[in-house]
C-alpha cells in the first residue's frame, strides 16, 4: 500500500540557515509527489509539485525538492530560511484520482 | 489564486445531535471535492471524494451513513456528521479542484469538538 514517510516531527532552525525536511515514499507505480505547507487558520498551500522529468523541481516561496527514485526520497530544501517559514509541512503522494496520500508533517520553528 | 472557504471555523456540539459543515469554491467551478480528517499533530486522511451530482465515494473504514456528503453544485459540498460522538471531535478539511488545473485547493478546516 502506499505510503508516506516524514522521520522528522519538529526541527528547529536559526533563521538564514539552509532547511531540508524529509520525505520517503512506498508508492509501486511512478509517483506524483507533493509538498503543502499549512499555517493556522489558513488552508494547506501547494509549494511544489512531481509529476514527470526534471528531478529537481522549484516551487514557491524559495523552495525547491528534489526526487531520488533509487532512494524514494522527495526530500524540501530551502537555502535560507526566514520566520515567517515557521508553519507545518507535508509531503503527499497521490495513488489515484487525485487522491492523497499525506505523511505524518514536519513542523518548523525559526530561531531568530 | 483559487479559494475555498469553510463554514463554520470551528463549531462545538452536544453528543447525539448533528452538524453540518460547507466547503465552498469561491472563484472557480470545483468538479470535485474531497473531504480530509486531521487528528492532533496527525497526518491528513482521506474520507471522501465527491463529484459534482454524484454520490460519494468513501475511503474504507469511513462509515457513510455517520458522515454525509453532499455535493449539490460546482461551488459547494457539505459534510454532515451525525449523532455526533466525543470520538468524531477533530480537524475537518476539504479540498476543491475543477477547471485547467489539476491543483487541489485546501480550505482552512473546522474543528469540531463534540462535548
Known amino acids: 500500500a502506499q505510503s508516506v514517510t516524514q522521520p522528522d516531527i519538529h526541527i528547529t532552525v536559526s533563521e538564514g540557515a539552509s532547511l531540508e525536511l524529509r520525505c520517503n515514499y512506498s508508492?509501486?507505480?511512478?509517483?506524483?509527489l507533493f509538498w503543502y505547507v499549512q499555517s493556522p487558520g489558513q488552508g494547506l498551500q501547494l509549494l511544489l509539485k512531481?509529476?514527470?522529468?526534471?528531478?529537481l523541481v522549484q516551487g514557491i516561496k524559495g523552495f525547491e525538492a528534489e526526487f531520488k527514485r533509487s532512494q524514494s526520497s522527495f526530500n524540501l530544501r530551502k537555502p535560507s530560511v526566514h520566520w515567517s517559514d515557521a508553519a507545518e509541512y507535508f509531503c503527499?503522494?497521490?495513488?489515484?484520482?487525485?487522491?492523497?496520500?499525506f505523511g505524518q508533517g514536519t513542523r518548523l520553528t525559526i530561531n531568530p | 489564486g483559487a479559494v475555498v472557504s469553510q463554514h463554520p471555523s470551528w463549531v462545538i456540539c452536544k453528543s447525539g445531535t448533528s452538524v453540518k459543515i460547507e466547503c465552498r469554491s469561491l472563484?472557480?467551478?470545483?468538479?470535485?471535492m474531497f473531504w480530509y480528517r486531521q487528528f492532533p499533530k496527525q497526518s491528513l486522511m482521506l474520507m471522501a471524494t465527491?463529484?459534482?451530482?454524484?454520490?460519494?465515494?468513501?475511503e474504507q473504514g469511513v462509515e457513510k451513513d455517520k458522515f454525509l456528503i453532499n455535493h449539490a453544485s460546482l461551488t459547494l459540498s457539505t459534510l454532515t456528521v451525525t449523532s455526533a460522538h466525543p470520538e468524531d471531535s477533530s480537524f475537518y478539511i476539504c479540498?476543491?479542484?475543477?477547471?485547467?488545473?489539476?491543483?487541489?485547493?485546501f480550505g482552512p478546516g473546522t474543528r469540531l469538538t463534540v462535548t
Open positions: 479540498s476543491a479542484s475543477g477547471g485547467e488545473s489539476y491543483e487541489q485547493y
Open positions: 508508492y509501486g507505480a511512478t509517483p506524483y
Open positions: 512531481y509529476f514527470s522529468g526534471d528531478t
Open positions: 503527499a503522494v497521490e495513488w489515484g484520482a487525485q487522491k492523497l496520500v
Open positions: 472563484d472557480f467551478q470545483a468538479t470535485t
Open positions: 465527491s463529484n459534482e451530482g454524484s454520490k460519494a465515494t468513501y
